[in-house]
């Protein structure tokens, strides 16, 4: 089976945010600056409330409150601004610039192959690491931050990406794994 698509700009930047929204390392990272910061606010509290305030209540709710703030306009809202901006950046480069354009997706016996403008790669099933569905493409992930994108516009029919993800499936013995968010 073979599928003719085009990776725009944006697919890669939607990738990207996907990754960032829902790689286990980032998603660990996000949780131990949270916590690190949260445990600096608690201990101010603690050292502050101690000496002036009368109600611990009332201002460890305030300390939690703020750090929630401060962790939203700090980290977390930036950060799919600062991905386009990166990517943007990489592609104005020259950087990563085979990932779009043109691209042509064979399913064949034992392996994957991908060809684009710039280069021809065949990828063995084995390989594959996990397939992912968000923001539009389906991600099929060859390392742990590399994926060929798939679009869905790449699909003619429901019938056409349904033979693709069932052959895909059957060849790999993995299940597409849809983001509960980025849908």
């Not at 929204?21 to 980032?26: D, E, G, L, V, Y």
């Not at 949780?31 to 603690?46: K, N, P, W």
């Not at 390989?127 to 699909?155: L, M, N, R």
Request: aromatic share 14%.
């Amino acid at each position: 089976m073979t599928i003719h698509t085009e990776v725009a700009k944006k697919d890669y930047v939607n990738f990207n945010l996907y990754h960032l929204k829902n790689a286990k390392s980032n998603k660990k990272i996000r949780i131990i600056v949270y916590t690190f910061g949260l445990a600096i606010f608690v201990f101010m509290y603690v050292f502050r409330n101690h000496y002036f305030w009368d109600s611990y209540v009332a201002g460890f709710i305030s300390q939690v409150i703020l750090w929630s703030i401060i962790y939203l306009l700090i980290f977390y809202l930036p950060a799919p601004l600062i991905v386009r901006l990166q990517v943007k950046m990489m592609l104005k480069d020259g950087k990563h610039n085979d990932f779009i354009g043109k691209q042509t997706i064979t399913l064949c016996d034992d392996h994957l192959e991908k060809t684009n403008l710039n280069e021809a790669s065949q990828i063995k099933y084995s390989s594959i690491e996990k397939i992912c569905h968000g923001y539009g493409c389906y991600f099929i992930y060859t390392g742990s931050i590399k994926a060929i994108i798939v679009p869905d516009a790449a699909f003619v029919e429901d019938t056409q990406k349904h033979e693709f993800l069932s052959l895909l499936k059957q060849k790999t013995g993995r299940s597409v794994i849809y983001s509960r968010r980025a849908r």
